[in-house]
């Protein structure tokens, strides 16, 4: 570990670092940094120099000649690279890369975080930052971009000093980009150019309180484009997220491309071209790698499965049920894989092989899903005719069990959802992570278990909440469903996901077990259109509370008066960067301080 003293914690509308860092300081002095600025680095044994041009007008950038060159959107180029993930140098690289373009082109003017009669600091006689030293303090692992949660150190250290040294240190490839990340947010864009902080000197040491802290997007009931994906990947990397959970397949739509099952997209797509090709999985594991995020994919199963039967109608079993649809499943279309079928085991075994090893080289996990199965729905399964648990329940162990051995002997850790667990009853491997979403009595049962908990309670970090039923009613029915609330109202503001505390209702002996949550976004009224406004700023709120807790130092409940600012001004960098996020408050309260609050007690 990095020895430093942990420095009182310290605050103020001019200091809005999001996550808030375990520790930091900062002083008054006015620096800049200018386009020339070089980053030196230095890694465990080895030192180097790494030259990032000004101008370059990439989006996405590596040195490795290991890549193919594809052209988008016209002149713009991408590289991408399908077969392996990046190295910690190449991880540090784009970091630095991305750090000079967050600075010089996707900055802003901070006048909403100042009085009306504010001015900007003067341009004259500049003291600029000579130069930024990042320095890697321990040699990476060699699964550097996709850790098991809790393998890799995360934490960094830096120091910015009055006279324009800046130190990045960390021991690991993964705390420098997570230090480059706040290295940014110490600085604004000036109305007459250039880029300034008014923090110096500034001493920081950061550490996150959970291992595995990230974002689930629904990319199947409606259809979002690599680019809308990528987007939402580069807004994780910039909260400090480092997990994002792909849930890419489900009962309305398979836009996966499977090369050994071509049928599956080809017709559980929602059209021939609204598919993920491999090289668009690929990419996009890469894309997440390379800002320190690891992809996780979920194929759900084996409810939520009804797409499959547009190509394998004979592995369906109650394949969407009309019109008393509710009696078999969660949403319609209804279909769950048939649980006692060789033909459906055959199926996954050629599903697996082929999938699998695309995602090994970029992610530890695999998400095999396993929720919202409803029993009645094997009344219409020909291999088991019944709803009868006793009788189910040993059939959907060997289905666990089957998938869960070849996962294991594929290279990854298997993640399910907790009704396997809790509802079903079954016996799972202890590596196996249990995603809770239901209650924190359930996190508590699973860690009861001796299971490794992800948390993420539908009654706050649920992000699709509170935009009313997107079910229709008929006249005859729709009285007693008036006012047409969907069964998560009311909106999960930003607020209350702050206010949600992981470790809720679990005895302080197994907190350890509780490794972290994510923010999900399913997608039954959401798609590119509103997705950013709908993840954004709330998903910031969930990733400050899984950065560094949902306690202050001084044990706490964090407070919404100190996060309001700080959030406010994370959402103009978020802004700043491409991304739609909403805002949560007026100019007339970032600007007046304190005056938009009831019960403040200064």
Request: aromatic share 12%; net charge negative; hydrophobic share 35%.
């Amino acid at each position: 570990m990095i020895t430093l003293l942990l420095f009182p914690l310290f605050t103020s509308l001019a200091s809005a670092i999001w996550p808030i860092p375990t520790s930091y300081t900062h002083g008054e002095t006015v620096l800049w940094i200018s386009k020339d600025t070089s980053f030196d680095w230095a890694g465990a044994g080895d030192v180097g120099t790494l030259k990032v041009q000004p101008n370059y007008d990439l989006d996405f950038r590596t040195n490795s000649n290991a890549y193919a060159t594809t052209q988008y959107e016209g002149d713009r180029t991408r590289l991408k690279r399908y077969s392996e993930a990046p190295t910690g140098d190449e991880m540090i690289d784009q970091a630095i890369y991305s750090a000079k373009q967050t600075l010089f082109k996707k900055n802003f003017v901070p006048w909403k975080f100042h009085p009306r009669n504010w001015t900007e600091p003067s341009t004259e006689n500049r003291t600029y930052i000579s130069n930024v030293r990042v320095e890697v303090l321990q040699d990476d692992p060699g699964d550097i971009a996709k850790p098991l949660a809790g393998t890799v150190d995360e934490s960094y250290a830096l120091e910015l000093s009055e006279g324009g040294n800046v130190s990045i240190t960390a021991n690991s490839s993964l705390g420098i980009v997570r230090g480059l990340v706040t290295f940014t947010q110490l600085f604004y864009k000036h109305s007459d150019g250039g880029a300034y902080t008014p923090l110096a000197p500034v001493i920081i040491f950061d550490i996150p309180v959970f291992q595995h802290r990230g974002i689930n997007l629904d990319v199947s009931r409606n259809y979002f484009s690599v680019k809308d994906i990528e987007r939402t990947i580069d807004a994780v990397a910039y909260n400090k997220m480092n997990r994002f959970h792909l849930h890419i397949t489900d009962a309305q739509s398979w836009p996966l491309e499977i090369p050994a099952l071509p049928e599956l997209s080809a017709k559980g797509a929602y059209r021939p071209d609204l598919v993920y090709t491999t090289d668009d999985f690929a990419n996009l594991q890469y894309y997440a790698s390379i800002q320190g995020v690891e992809l996780i994919t979920e194929i759900d199963m084996p409810g939520h499965t009804s797409s499959i039967a547009l190509s394998h109608p004979e592995l369906i079993a109650a394949y969407n049920i009309q019109p008393d649809w509710d009696t078999y499943c969660a949403e319609p279309p209804c279909g769950t894989l048939k649980l006692n079928s060789t033909k459906v085991e055959d199926f996954l075994k050629k599903l697996f092989d082929d999938l699998l090893p695309r995602i090994l080289p970029f992610s530890s996990y695999f998400h095999t899903g396993g929720d919202e199965v409803n029993k009645n729905s094997y009344l219409k399964d020909d291999t088991v005719n019944s709803n009868d648990s006793t009788i189910l329940q040993p059939f959907m162990q060997k289905f666990i069990d089957r998938n869960h051995d070849q996962i294991r002997a594929a290279g990854l850790t298997p993640v399910v959802w907790e009704e396997m667990l809790l509802d079903w009853n079954l016996t799972l491997g202890s590596d196996v992570i249990v995603q809770s979403w239901q209650s924190d009595e359930a996190v508590a049962q699973i860690v009861a278990k001796g299971h490794k908990a992800l948390v993420g309670n539908y009654k706050y970090w649920y992000l699709d909440c509170g935009k009313g039923q997107w079910l229709n009613f008929d006249p005859s029915v729709s009285a007693q469903y008036y006012p047409y609330e969907d069964y998560c109202a009311p909106f999960h503001n930003w607020r209350l996901a702050y206010s949600y505390d992981p470790l809720g209702g679990v005895p302080a002996d197994a907190q350890h077990l509780v490794i972290g949550g994510e923010a999900h976004m399913w997608a039954e009224q959401t798609d590119p259109t509103n997705v950013d406004r709908m993840i954004w700023p709330r998903g910031s709120a969930v990733a400050e509370i899984l950065w560094s807790g949902a306690k202050d130092s001084m044990g706490r409940n964090r407070s919404q008066i100190d996060a309001a600012p700080r959030l406010s001004e994370m959402r103009e960098r978020l802004v700043a960067r491409g991304i739609g996020a909403e805002p949560i408050q007026m100019p007339y309260c970032t600007m007046e301080g304190t005056v938009c609050q009831l019960g403040y007690q200064p």
